[in-house]
């Protein structure tokens, strides 16, 4: 388990009820708030024009769910929409470099979250949010005070799913937010099968990789996403899987130039294997080492995780 502060929302009282904050986490999140939004840098006018799609976009209860946030951190809903679709506008500035593999007591999955920030503000404010008496059971995630969405998230006995950036050719949709389909699926979803089917089949806003781990054996599939399209990568003769920020199934490159993550991501990528390939790991802490080595993890990673989702055992370090 992780000994990170917790927060728990409760999914069966109503949307605008479900989040509460200690002073420590209010804090963290009004200071995430500013540097979510320093971050977009969108005028008054273009926040109101996103605010505006909002009922194109999500559905009523995540609606409700983000105007609670916002009443509990003395905020406008745009200012707390435009922080949790943080990825959706900005997914150029996360990274990441993610794995899994099998184990006799079933797939470990793991993953570096890459991300610039500022004075380790994603860091330091970091905690794992657990959501009860979701229709299938309960799960975590690993983010922030009044994040709503998922980046990286485990349903225990249903699967694990953790998001990569990536960019494609074609042009973002007015459609359900990445981060807020992770979620839904979480709910959701209550199979590994049936998360990999909503993951892949789902119109999305924008581009993405997603990496989705069940519970047996060879539970472990990349899905590649355009926001319209999708590729599925499985593990080939039992071996790991592994994804950092490049397409490689689906013919979608975006021509863009490439920036830091990009130039960086078949390196993680070969280095990732090449550690696998020596040592193959056997529980959470042996994941976390090979997230750590020189070649894998970045100046920027805020985030170390592993998963086992048939336990829901689960380890969390911040660097």
Same mark, same amino acid.
């Given at each position: 388990?992780?000994?990170?502060?917790?927060?728990?929302?409760?999914?069966?009282?109503?949307?605008?009820?479900?989040?509460?904050?200690?002073?420590?986490?209010?804090?963290? @999140?009004?200071?995430?708030?500013?540097?979510?939004?320093?971050?977009?840098?969108?005028?008054?006018?273009? !926040?109101?024009?996103?605010?505006?799609?909002?009922?194109?976009?999500?559905?009523?209860?995540?609606?409700?769910?983000?105007?609670?946030?916002?009443?509990?951190?003395?905020?406008?809903?745009?200012?707390?929409?435009? @922080?949790?679709?943080?990825?959706?506008?900005?997914? =150029?500035?996360?990274?990441?470099?993610?794995?899994?593999?099998?184990?006799?007591?079933?797939?470990?999955?793991?993953?570096?979250?890459?991300?610039?920030?500022?004075?380790?503000?994603?860091?330091?404010?970091? =905690?794992?949010?657990?959501?009860?008496?979701?229709?299938?059971?309960?799960?975590?995630?690993?983010?922030?005070?009044?994040?709503?969405?998922?980046?990286?998230?485990?349903?225990?006995?249903?699967?694990?799913?953790?998001?990569?950036?990536?960019?494609?050719?074609?042009?973002?949709?007015?459609?359900?937010?990445?981060?807020?389909?992770?979620?839904?699926?979480?709910?959701?979803?209550?199979?590994?099968?049936?998360?990999?089917?909503?993951?892949?089949?789902?119109?999305?806003?924008?581009?993405?990789?997603?990496?989705?781990?069940?519970?047996?054996?060879?539970?472990?599939?990349?899905?590649?996403?355009?926001?319209?399209?999708?590729?599925?990568?499985?593990?080939? @003769?039992?071996?790991?899987?592994?994804?950092?920020?490049?397409?490689?199934?689906?013919?979608?490159?975006?021509?863009?130039?490439?920036?830091?993550?990009?130039?960086?991501?078949?390196?993680?990528?070969?280095?990732?294997?090449?550690?696998?390939?020596?040592?193959?790991?056997?529980?959470?802490?042996?994941?976390?080492?090979?997230?750590?080595?020189?070649?894998? !993890?970045?100046?920027?990673?805020?985030?170390? !995780?592993?998963?086992?989702?048939?336990?829901?055992?689960?380890?969390?370090?911040?660097?």
């Amino acid at each position: 388990m992780s000994a990170l502060p917790e927060l728990t929302v409760d999914l069966a009282v109503d949307a605008r009820d479900r989040w509460s904050f200690a002073d420590v986490h209010l804090r963290a @999140a009004k200071d995430l708030l500013s540097v979510y939004n320093d971050d977009i840098g969108v005028d008054e006018t273009t !926040m109101a024009y996103v605010a505006s799609l909002a009922p194109a976009i999500l559905p009523p209860d995540t609606i409700q769910e983000l105007e609670g946030i916002a009443s509990v951190l003395g905020a406008s809903f745009p200012q707390v929409l435009l @922080a949790n679709l943080h990825y959706d506008l900005l997914k =150029v500035v996360l990274g990441c470099t993610a794995f899994a593999v099998d184990t006799p007591d079933g797939p470990l999955h793991a993953r570096n979250l890459d991300w610039w920030t500022t004075a380790r503000a994603l860091n330091d404010g970091t =905690v794992v949010t657990r959501f009860l008496n979701g229709p299938h059971g309960d799960f975590i995630t690993i983010g922030w005070p009044g994040f709503a969405g998922v980046f990286s998230g485990c349903a225990q006995g249903r699967f694990s799913v953790s998001l990569n950036a990536v960019l494609s050719d074609e042009p973002s949709q007015i459609a359900l937010p990445t981060v807020f389909l992770l979620r839904q699926v979480l709910e959701e979803a209550q199979t590994f099968e049936e998360a990999v089917s909503r993951l892949s089949e789902t119109t999305i806003a924008t581009d993405c990789l997603l990496l989705v781990t069940g519970t047996q054996r060879g539970q472990m599939v990349v899905i590649e996403r355009t926001p319209t399209r999708f590729a599925l990568r499985r593990p080939v @003769a039992g071996e790991p899987l592994r994804v950092t920020n490049d397409y490689l199934s689906i013919d979608a490159d975006s021509g863009e130039p490439a920036n830091e993550l990009m130039q960086t991501s078949c390196g993680r990528s070969d280095r990732i294997a090449e550690l696998l390939l020596t040592k193959s790991p056997t529980n959470l802490e042996q994941c976390i080492s090979l997230l750590r080595d020189d070649g894998v !993890m970045m100046g920027i990673t805020v985030q170390q !995780m592993a998963f086992r989702p048939r336990s829901g055992e689960h380890l969390v370090r911040i660097p």
